[in-house]
């Protein structure tokens, strides 16, 4: 079965670009997650949807960062603008209900330089 | 404000001893606690988990123990291996769902 997949893997810009970073959650999964790892605050929840509606998103650092569900396949993360504190590994994650564990993508290495 | 935390960034232990990875929580609602391993250019992958209604849980060399009035969790790794150097991620979640609030990450090198 496949897992998490997300694109792309590494992504480098330049400051005040816009970044997409995308997720398809595993098949049959409900809810949704984005994740930033960071040094110091470790995996950082930005946003989840449950049945493709943001449940949450006050993890979400400011207006510069949105994220979309269009439907059950498919969820998109953007920055606009991009600023170089926005480095980070960003992970998407789905779970569905009765099972309390997520599963996790690759993550995608975003440099902004 | 730090919900789950592992105060130990790193951890180094030799091959065949035991690793203790530790992780504190604030939140008395939480009912559920989970372990995650991380090897770089990787995502996070499940390790072992326990509900709070239980002290401890087991699985082959890996065993978590949960102290609900310290609010304190601990992951025992016996015997350690090469393979077992990673980043161990502890998380927590309440009410039966599967949001997961992480802590910083614990380094373990196990080393020969």
């Known amino acids: 079965d496949a897992g998490v997949i997300q694109s792309p893997r590494h992504e480098v810009t330049e400051m005040g670009q816009e970044v997409t970073l995308r997720c398809k959650p595993i098949?049959?999964?409900?809810?949704l997650f984005w994740y930033r790892q960071t040094m110091m605050r470790g995996l950082e929840l930005l946003i989840y949807?449950?049945?493709?509606?943001?449940?949450?998103d006050s993890g979400m650092p400011e207006d510069r960062f949105s994220a979309k569900m269009p439907n059950a396949s498919f969820s998109t993360l953007k920055i606009q603008p991009s600023e170089p504190r926005d480095s980070a590994v960003y992970f998407c994650?789905?779970?569905?209900?009765?099972?309390?564990?997520?599963?996790f993508g690759e993550g995608s290495r975003l440099t902004v330089l | 404000d730090q919900q789950v935390k592992q105060n130990s960034p790193s951890l180094s232990v030799q091959e065949g001893r035991i690793s203790i990875l530790n992780c504190d929580y604030t939140?008395?609602?939480?009912?559920?606690f989970l372990w995650y391993k991380k090897y770089p250019a990787e995502g996070p992958t499940f390790l072992i988990s326990?509900?709070?209604?239980?002290d401890k849980n087991e699985d082959g060399r890996f065993t978590v123990f949960l102290n609900k009035s310290a609010k304190h969790l601990s992951l025992h790794i016996v015997p350690s291996q090469p393979g077992d150097s990673a980043v161990y991620f502890c998380?927590?979640?309440?009410?039966?769902?599967?949001?997961?609030?992480f802590g910083t990450g614990t380094q373990l090198k196990v080393e020969l």
């Open positions: 994650a789905s779970g569905t209900g009765g099972i309390r564990e997520l599963f």
């Open positions: 098949s049959g999964h409900n809810s």
């Open positions: 949807f449950n049945n493709n509606v943001p449940i949450d």
């Open positions: 939140n008395s609602m939480f009912d559920y």
């Open positions: 326990i509900s709070s209604i239980k």
């Open positions: 998380a927590a979640s309440t009410g039966g769902g599967n949001k997961l609030t």
